[in-house]
Nanobody
């Protein structure tokens, strides 16, 4: 079974940085079209934060452009988060999109809390 395990979440003050990691197992990089990060804050819908395909092209939500950077090494995806604000507080979920049928796999999530 495909499993995605996130790490790196925590509590930081506004203006500080965090680096999230997600390790995908049970799947080959050749079976992946893209990997990314989503987040869900209390009372809000889950939203795409950033994604990256095998060619290295990345997409970002407008709210994080210039502050967050997504990168990938084989089936591990990272999210470098700089200049964090309380608005970034959420549970961050790793996502892996498989080729062919376009099936999505999800991690369990890691909590990011930014204090003012």
């Amino acid at each position: 079974q495909v499993q995605l395990v996130e790490s790196g979440g925590g509590l930081v003050q506004a203006g500080e940085s965090l680096r999230l990691s997600c390790v995908a197992s049970g799947i080959s990089i050749f079976s992946i079209s893209a990997m990314g990060w989503y987040r869900q804050a209390p009372g809000k819908q889950r939203e795409l934060v950033a994604s990256i395909n095998l060619g290295g092209s990345a997409n970002y939500a407008d709210s994080v452009k210039g502050r967050f950077t997504i990168s990938r090494d084989k089936t591990t995806v990272y999210l470098q988060m700089n200049s964090l604000t309380p608005e970034d507080t959420a549970v961050y979920f790793c996502n892996c999109n498989a080729r062919g049928v376009g099936r999505n796999y999800w991690g369990q999530g890691t909590q990011v809390t930014v204090s003012s």
